[in-house]
């Protein structure tokens, strides 16, 4: 892996871990951190060592407390635009639509750019001192990176619009009671917690999770018609290496050996 100077990466038994490392910023994202962010996705989606990929912040207090508003504050309406439009195609989307599952990791606060960086992610576990909201109405603008259409597709659109409306903060209870996140646990179990979720997505097919996380974001993508996908990745399955093991494993009462092939 590259060296980074925002984010640190380590790939133990093909589950990678991300830490994103700005603890005096409360790990906030700036450009450079998307940057990296972006680099280090792309390559671990070409990467065969790796299976899953965990998302998280370093130190006690926070996964991403936001966007570097310093970065942005001078900007006008066609920069603000292109900023936006940046952060979407380098990152947010990248994000949704790798075919290596990404957990992220959320311990701590989770706000504005933090909450829709964990929101991108397929899965989100919490530590249950974590606090979540998108801020932006406090600063007189709106989440930017994709934040209104993933926090309603998550937990609907009358509690998005509470949350993105009054700026406030939930808990973890709060978050998992609406769907937000899949799973609290303690801020030293958080890592194990996601380490064996990961264990277990790994001894699945890698092909199969691809075309998984295909069908699942065609249901949300205009134009589409997400059941179709799901047929045409369906049948894509069965020339795969993998539906042959799977299937002659299961037959020959056995534990599968996926390739991702």
Same mark, same amino acid.
């Given at each position: ?41 792309? +390559?671990?989606? +070409? ?33 603000? =635009? ?23 990791? /959320? ?29 932006? /109405?406090?600063?007189? /603008? ?14 609907? =659109? ?26 609290? +646990? ?13 264990? =277990? ?27 179709? /996908? ?24 056995? =534990? ?6």
């Amino acid at each position: 892996m590259s060296t980074f100077q925002n984010i640190i990466t380590e790939n133990k038994e093909g589950i990678l871990t991300i830490t994103i490392n700005r603890p005096d910023k409360l790990n906030a994202l700036n450009k450079n951190t998307i940057e990296e962010l972006s680099t280090a996705l792309k +390559t671990a989606e +070409t990467n065969d060592s790796v299976k899953v990929i965990i998302l998280t912040g370093s130190g006690q207090k926070a996964f991403v407390a936001g966007a570097d508003i310093s970065e942005f504050a001078n900007y006008n309406g066609e920069q603000g =635009k292109a900023l936006s439009a940046d952060g979407h195609v380098k990152l947010f989307d990248l994000l949704q639509n790798l075919t290596k599952p990404v957990i992220a990791a /959320v311990n701590g606060f989770a706000l504005g750019g933090g909450l829709e960086l964990a929101m991108a992610c397929h899965i989100r576990i919490a530590s249950d001192n974590a606090k979540m909201g998108l801020p932006e /109405v406090s600063l007189g /603008v709106i989440p930017g990176y994709g934040g209104t259409q993933r926090l309603t597709q998550l937990v609907g =659109k009358g509690k998005a619009l509470e949350m993105i409306m009054t700026a406030d903060m939930i808990t973890a209870e709060d978050a998992l009671k609406w769907g937000l996140v899949n799973h609290v +646990t303690t801020q030293d179990n958080l890592l194990i917690k996601c380490n064996e979720m990961a264990s =277990k997505i790994i001894s699945r097919s890698p092909s199969a999770i691809a075309s998984a996380i295909r069908s699942v974001n065609a249901n949300f993508q205009d134009g589409v018609n997400g059941f179709e /996908v799901e047929i045409e990745e369906f049948g894509k399955c069965f020339v795969t290496q993998d539906f042959k093991e799977g299937t002659t494993a299961f037959l020959e009462k056995r =534990k599968p050996k996926f390739t991702g092939k």
